[in-house]
């Protein structure tokens, strides 16, 4: 039997409802329980429209649901990499900014935050740009693009949250919808319409502080598994609410950001868009997780999180998997069609760029190309030479040239195979 949440197990299914004092029992039953987590972290959880409480420690179940979707996370995360390794540098490339476009596309989707792939892909392709205009969601795509470097926020005290909000909604929250206090928001308010309240978060920025530190201190120890802890953290900021606007996109930020460091970038960059895809699951298993019935119970939010985000990776695995077959197939035929190592050289990066971008914003431009090769071997290839190259290519229609400032090309379609 699926395992079920106290709010169901007091139906008993077709038989008489459960009593209070049996629905009592199991729920110290679940939390002695050999495979039960009890963390240190009391969640405000909804007690009718109007009342919170938060007397419960939140607890999960290791069932063995969770443990096969972790493995099958891990197994995923693994042959992300097997695909991706071999992928030649453009391509690898060209496929991160094709995510990085994507997540904060659809994290801003989410939140019915309005823009477009267009917009954010313009900011993408100019990550490599010495002195990139200024454009909105710029903040935004740094920081995502800093952790996939390497760079990554230790969280260590409560500043430390808000740092990270204001550069990852730098120019994107309203003066009016700011925190309104000295690091968080200090007044009430509640996630829902104005029909429905479906959660009522800590009321003040002291309350708010009183459960933000013990989550930091959670964050940091080492005695649960790296996603678990993830999801259950995640589960806690949206709960808290620390902010008046943002939380849900810098929640999912701090889950992209995390396990991105933790397992494979790709994964990491594909959370927003397979949450998208799941929305109202997502945020049943939320309102689930939020409600006192329940008594802090996250096992099936768990659940549910990790199916999410096994999705997303098998939609990588696939992309990838297609991607690098076209690859291949184009590489061969590139070497037929061309005799010249340069000239080879010169298109399959074009090639590279074509099929792993999603947009020609992300795409290679002309400078970006000349200076990579050059600084592989610049004997071989001379900046001036390989300029010339591509004109020559470009009156030959095997390049088109979509852009002038900075000048791009993109490879015909006919030197494409496998489309």
Known sequence: MDYQLLATFKYNGSGPSRTPEEINREYLRRLKGYSTIVTHLFPVLDHGEFDQISSYPLFLVQTNQINMLINEIMRNSKMI?????????VAKHSYTKRLLTSEIYYTNEIEGVKTNKKEIGTVVGELDSKKPPVRRLASAVRLYNATLTGKTYQINELKDLRRIYDELLKGEISPEKLPDGKI????????????QKMHVPPKNEEEISERLTPLIDFMNEHDMLDITKALVTHFMFENIHPFIDGNGRTGRYLLSSYLASKMDAYTGLSISGAIHSNQSSYYKAFKEADTAENRADVTIFVKKMLEIIAQGQQRVIANLSNLSKQL??????????FTDEIDRTIIYIFAQSKLFSESI?????????KDFLYEQDPKKFHKRELQRRIKEFEERGVLIKIKSKPIQHVISKQYLRGL
């Not at 990499?81 to 540098?89: E, F, R, S, V």
Request: glycine share 8%.
């Open 81 to 89: 990499t097997k695909i991706a390794d071999p992928l030649p540098g």
């Open 184 to 195: 968080f928001r200090d007044k009430e308010v509640y996630i829902g319409n104005s029909s």
């Open 328 to 337: 291949r197939l184009t590489a061969d035929q590139i070497n037929v069609e």
């Open 361 to 369: 914003e992300t795409g290679i431009k002309d400078t970006a190309l």
